[in-house]
């Protein structure tokens, strides 16, 4: 028996003021409920969707649960009156909240790929500027090595230039060429130092930023 074949039955014994009422209330609940209905199924299938997506679904299981809870409360609750209406909203918010949690922290992972990744290539290319650094440094240790060899045999004509009365100027020019490129190395070495300082700066960054990452990921998979 349904609520309007009730009415019919107990409509003659009533007062038409008292039946215009209940006919009201009837029609009233027949309204409230079906929307109530449809709200509480969209609201579902939100949540439904949020789990099943394959990025956003296991990153705020807290407002999830939350989320499903009211939506089952909601659920409970008697249609129509204050309470139901409050629990819709507050269905409705909880929802909203999950997949805004969601989707934040589905930007900080990608904030946090996208820092590790610049640090990955930041600590490339310290190691390249290093390398560099370091095979320049053997070049001009090679350089100093090939001038040195000429600066002594240049002395030693100049010494054999002296020996017999001859004043060189070879002698004076060879050093001033060794002083020029021995200062040249040690710019070279002091840069070669700096970049490594660097590389290993960046190692450490990186090292810390992946230990962080794996422990945000521990922290949500507890919660």
């Known amino acids: 028996m349904n609520v309007a074949t009730a009415v019919l039955r107990v409509s003659k014994s009533l007062p038409s003021a008292t039946l215009l009422v209940l006919i009201v209330a009837v029609a009233a609940c027949q309204t409230v409920s079906p929307q109530r209905d449809l709200d509480l199924q969209r609201l579902d299938r939100s949540l439904d969707q949020l789990s099943a ?8 299981p807290a407002e999830l649960n939350m989320a499903r809870a009211a939506v089952q409360v909601t659920k409970d609750t008697k249609p129509g009156g204050d309470d139901g209406v409050s629990q819709t909203y507050v269905a409705e918010r909880r929802v909203d909240t999950a997949w805004a949690a969601a989707q934040a922290a589905e930007m900080e992972n990608r904030r946090a790929d996208l820092k590790q990744e ?5 600590l490339l290319s310290a190691r390249r ?12 240790r090679l350089q100093l090595q090939i001038q040195a060899e000429d600066a002594a045999r240049l002395a030693q004509e100049a010494q054999d230039a002296r020996a017999e009365g001859e004043k060189s100027a070879q002698e004076a020019e060879a050093a001033r060429a060794v002083a020029a490129q021995q200062k040249r190395i040690a710019d070279a070495q002091a840069k070669a130092a700096a970049l490594s300082k660097k590389e290993a700066a960046l190692s450490a960054a990186a090292a810390k930023a992946r230990r962080e990452k794996t422990a945000d990921k521990g922290d949500d998979k507890h919660r």
Do not use: F
């Open 53 to 60: 997506d394959p990025k956003l679904g296991n990153l705020a």
């Open 118 to 122: 610049n640090d990955r290539l930041l």
């Open 129 to 140: 500027d290093a390398a560099q650094a370091r095979a320049e440094v053997e070049r001009q």
